[in-house]
């Protein structure tokens, strides 16, 4: 059994012991601890967020963020992407919902966002940083908030264009101790109308990296092969919409800019 395999297994099959809740999270999120039968933990945690928790929204359907979050790790996974931890859809102590592989940060000593969203002051970036929203400090000093310019970065953009993301904060911005970036709290994703809105703009206009072409091309062919545990988890109508927008990027394979019909920023940015 390969890892990713394994891991999702464990996430499926594992007893769920509940830690402790996210104070900050919109929806109720639990952390938990894996165990095994006999309770023993399996040195794995996972972040638990059941339908029963969630918020009511305007925009997205009552009872489907969890399911969009299982979405968003296969279709990261069928891409190519691998930068959303593995998610699994299952039962747990409060009822059905979404257990998602726990990103030990705390470990890597930077907190969710360190060192890829920062504010400068002024209206200059340092080298190796994109600009992304000009304003103003508490006293009235200019300030800019930037991403880093990295290949992670950018083929995470090229991800949330594809989910759709209607949420991407610098906050679901993670770095574990091997240095790697992962990507967290998919649930507003996957609408048939136009949603993005992301801290990650800096690239507008830029060509989309010949690798994250090919994580398109992948994407599609994967989607022609039927999708099925997609398929399951986001309505028919959601389905044709993320056919449609990549197609579009394989079309026209360039960074958008930010919209100028609606708010294209998350709030708040971290």
């Given at each position: 059994?390969?890892?990713?395999?394994?891991?999702?297994?464990l996430l499926r099959t594992a007893a769920l012991?509940?830690?402790?809740?996210?104070?900050?999270?919109?929806?109720?999120?639990?952390?938990?601890?894996?165990?095994?039968?006999?309770?023993?933990?399996?040195?794995?945690?996972?972040?638990?967020?059941?339908?029963?928790?969630?918020?009511?929204?305007?925009?997205?359907?009552?009872?489907?963020?969890?399911?969009?979050?299982?979405?968003?790790?296969?279709?990261?996974?069928?891409?190519?992407?691998?930068?959303?931890?593995?998610?699994?859809?299952?039962?747990?102590?409060?009822?059905?919902?979404?257990?998602?592989?726990?990103?030990?940060?705390?470990?890597?000593?930077?907190?969710?966002?360190?060192?890829?969203?920062?504010?400068?002051?002024?209206?200059?970036?340092?080298?190796?940083?994109?600009?992304?929203?000009?304003?103003?400090?508490?006293?009235?000093?200019?300030?800019?908030?930037?991403?880093?310019?990295?290949?992670?970065?950018?083929?995470?953009?090229?991800?949330?264009?594809?989910?759709?993301?209607?949420?991407?904060?610098?906050?679901?911005?993670?770095?574990?101790?091997?240095?790697?970036?992962?990507?967290?709290?998919?649930?507003?994703?996957?609408?048939?109308?136009?949603?993005?809105?992301?801290?990650?703009?800096?690239?507008?206009?830029e060509r989309i990296p010949t690798a994250d072409?090919?994580?398109?091309?992948?994407?599609?062919?994967?989607?022609?092969?039927?999708?099925?545990?997609?398929t399951e988890l986001i309505s028919s109508a959601?389905?044709?919409?993320?056919?449609?927008?990549?197609?579009?990027?394989?079309?026209?394979?360039?960074?958008?800019?930010?919209?100028?019909?609606?708010?294209?920023?998350?709030?708040?940015?971290?």
């Amino acid at each position: 059994m390969s890892a990713p395999a394994a891991v999702e297994t464990l996430l499926r099959t594992a007893a769920l012991e509940v830690e402790g809740v996210l104070p900050d999270a919109s929806n109720l999120t639990a952390r938990v601890l894996l165990t095994d039968e006999d309770g023993v933990p399996t040195g794995e945690r996972a972040l638990y967020k059941p339908v029963r928790g969630e918020a009511p929204l305007r925009d997205f359907p009552t009872g489907t963020l969890g399911r969009r979050e299982v979405a968003a790790y296969h279709l990261s996974t069928a891409g190519g992407w691998d930068l959303v931890p593995a998610t699994v859809w299952r039962d747990g102590p409060l009822g059905p919902g979404s257990v998602q592989r726990w990103v030990d940060w705390e470990s890597a000593g930077r907190a969710p966002g360190d060192g890829l969203l920062d504010v400068f002051e002024g209206t200059g970036v340092p080298d190796g940083w994109l600009a992304v929203v000009r304003g103003e400090d508490g006293r009235g000093n200019p300030v800019t908030v930037a991403h880093r310019d990295s290949d992670d970065l950018a083929s995470l953009a090229v991800l949330d264009l594809v989910l759709n993301n209607a949420d991407r904060k610098g906050a679901h911005l993670l770095t574990d101790a091997s240095g790697r970036l992962w990507a967290v709290d998919h649930g507003l994703t996957l609408h048939t109308e136009e949603k993005l809105r992301t801290v990650l703009w800096g690239w507008g206009g830029e060509r989309i990296p010949t690798a994250d072409q090919e994580r398109l091309e992948r994407l599609l062919a994967h989607l022609d092969d039927g999708a099925e545990t997609v398929t399951e988890l986001i309505s028919s109508a959601e389905v044709g919409a993320l056919r449609r927008r990549v197609e579009t990027l394989l079309h026209e394979p360039v960074f958008p800019h930010p919209p100028n019909d609606r708010y294209g920023l998350p709030w708040p940015l971290w």
